[in-house]
């Protein structure tokens, strides 16, 4: 290399570690920072000794020829942000927990202006250091402006209030920051994940023997898990050889979440191998329609890798029949000699009624009146078939109250993951993995947050069983309230009447209207297109009248669904929804709620 190279090199490497672009410094090119700016100049025929060039940084001066540092700059910033500052920090977290209590005596927030174009027109990272009260200057107006859901008015969908037990297991995790790759990099923080996992699966499955899993970012990547290992199992070495001309399907419910279809294109299936199951009118997956979809599918010889079945759909709650579906399923791979396919449950939201399996309908601890304890009941029938499922998606951070991202997968025997895993040679710098503790060997991501963990143990052990089927049976007993009180309107009508969970679907018509005569017309099949586009017309324009004219200090804030999963005739039908996801949520939101229909119309 020459000089006139070196010298290029060395500027270039200049620019790099100021400002992390490797974009070509050109014979007078200067750049000003936000709060100073540096010129850097270059001759054609220049040496490395001749030149110098300083910029100023947030270090003082660096000279590219070679001198250090400065020292005290760099201990500086060590002292300020690498080293427990506790009172600062305490500070701090106090003025944060101070907005925070603020915002629980306060009505839902209407949504704050937002500037999309400026953000990213004006990212503003600052030149020189400054310390943690910079740092807390530059997100507290996106801190304020963000709405944590603690207002018992929330009644949108199935995000609600975390509870204060996970906030202290996430703040734990956040502080050692543990990666859950491999117990090298994160020592009891990997264990945790063993504790918790093992605590949800039996919770779930009821003291399985050899449960195994992991927690992910969310519901979406937990499902990608289970379609894998289906298509690992129907067509094995797919991971290594692709699919090539496999003509490979999945079956899902057509309540089922929209994710499915995600997970079916990033997998490679393709979302029109995707086939959707018709529901009964309680969002539950009809038996006789996927035993046809099954003798269809093999008939054509298309390999089904996946059913995902789905307990506790996002809206109505709908509650597919596990053990029914395990049945046919087997049935058929042994009428067609074919693999089974991998059932895999969608439990993102339902997961929560596992808290009810055990619980003493005779004795009725928590003191629940008839119809609830009928509702446990019908939950504790359903729970069951959770023993038949290979896989499961549970999502803490929805009815579980936990913080984001605490999302989980979970197979019932442990040796399903070996579909997806790598050998040692594949990850030649975690050499030390062992299949028995470390998640790297088989898990779609390297990097994974220690808060799942965290937050679902701190949260278990504090709250407990009793306390999680207080809040469980809570939510029911308020939901069936409200349903019962929308239900008594001659111009409403509940859509999932018979659903045993805390989430409420229905319509509300003008006044006159006979819905629950409508809504038998429609599934009977009686009703016109004309008339249907009528009242699905006046059903959204009541929902909007109402959020137009709420009184934000009292009214609860509901949301609105295109289709609740039940499609009598293909048609999807729209509705008003309400989850009763915060525990705060008394009689005196529902009162008002309803009396805000009655007013309404």
């Not at 209590?101 to 202006?113: I, N, T």
């Not at 809206?315 to 087997?330: C, N, T, V």
């Not at 619980?359 to 038949?388: D, M």
Request: glycine residues 8%; aromatic residues 10%; proline residues 4%.
């Amino acid at each position: 290399m020459n000089d006139g190279e070196q010298n290029y090199h060395a500027k270039q490497s200049v620019w790099i570690a100021l400002y992390g672009s490797s974009r070509t410094i050109s014979d007078g090119f200067s750049r000003s920072g936000s709060r100073q700016g540096f010129r850097a100049f270059r001759t054609e025929n220049e040496s490395l000794d001749d030149f110098r060039y300083t910029a100023l940084d947030a270090l003082g001066e660096v000279s590219v020829e070679g001198n250090m540092m400065d020292a005290k700059k760099l201990q500086d910033l060590v002292d300020m942000f690498f080293t427990c500052r506790r009172d600062d920090l305490m500070q701090i977290f106090g003025e944060m927990l101070s907005a925070l209590e603020a915002e629980q005596s306060m009505p839902p927030g209407r949504l704050m202006s937002r500037n999309y174009e400026t953000a990213q027109a004006n990212p503003e990272i600052h030149t020189l250091p400054g310390n943690l009260k910079d740092a807390r200057d530059a997100i507290f107006p996106f801190y304020w402006g963000t709405d944590s859901w603690q207002s018992k008015l929330h009644l949108e969908n199935v995000k609600g209030p975390p509870n204060f037990a996970s906030l202290i297991g996430s703040i734990a995790a956040l502080l050692k920051n543990p990666n859950l790759c491999v117990d090298t990099y994160c020592l009891r923080s990997n264990e945790l994940e063993v504790k918790s996992i093992t605590a949800l699966a039996n919770l779930i499955f009821y003291h399985t023997e050899s449960p195994w899993g992991v927690f992910t970012i969310g519901g979406t990547i937990s499902n990608l898990y289970g379609g894998k290992i289906g298509i690992e199992k129907v067509a094995p070495g797919t991971m290594q050889n692709g699919l090539g001309d496999k003509k490979l399907a999945g079956l899902v419910s057509e309540a089922g979440h929209y994710s499915n279809a995600t997970l079916a294109g990033w997998l490679g299936i393709g979302v029109k191998n995707l086939h959707s199951i018709p529901t009964d009118e309680n969002m539950s997956m009809r038996l006789d329609r996927l035993e046809q979809k099954l003798d269809e599918m093999y008939s054509d010889g298309v390999k089904v890798a996946f059913v995902i079945a789905t307990f506790g759909t996002t809206d109505a709650f709908g509650i597919d029949d596990i053990q029914s579906i395990k049945e046919i399923i087997d049935r058929k791979s042994q009428q067609y000699g074919v693999t089974p396919a991998h059932l895999h449950v969608d439990a993102a939201v339902g997961w929560i009624s596992c808290f009810l399996t055990e619980y003493n309908i005779q004795t009725n601890p928590l003191g629940a009146n008839a119809e609830t304890l009928e509702l446990i009941q019908r939950t504790q029938q359903a729970t069951v078939g959770f023993r038949y499922a290979d896989s499961v998606t549970l999502d803490f951070h929805k009815m579980g109250w936990g913080h984001y991202p605490s999302s989980a997968f979970i197979v019932r025997h442990r040796d399903d993951l070996l579909h997806l895993t790598r050998t040692l040679e594949e990850i030649p710098y975690f050499s030390e993995a062992d299949f028995r503790h470390d998640p790297a060997l088989f898990t779609l991501e390297c990097s994974r947050p220690g808060i799942g963990p965290y937050a679902v143990m701190a949260s278990l052990n504090g709250i407990g069983l009793n306390g999680y089927r207080c809040l469980v049976a809570n939510a029911i007993e308020k939901a069936n309230q409200l349903k019962k009180r929308i239900e008594e309107l001659d111009f409403c009508k509940v859509l999932n009447l018979n659903t045993p969970g805390p989430s409420v679907c229905w319509w509300v018509l003008p006044r006159g209207r006979n819905a629950k005569e409508l809504f038998k017309q429609l599934e009977e099949g009686t009703m016109s297109v004309e008339e249907q586009t009528q009242y699905f017309g006046e059903i959204k324009r009541l929902y909007n009248k109402r959020a137009a004219t709420l009184d934000p200090a009292v009214d609860a804030r509901l949301s609105f669904t295109t289709s609740i999963g039940y499609c009598p005739h293909g048609i999807q039908l729209p509705a008003w929804k309400a989850v009763i996801f915060n525990p705060k949520t008394d009689d005196e939101v529902i009162d008002r709620l309803v009396a805000s229909i009655k007013d309404l119309v």
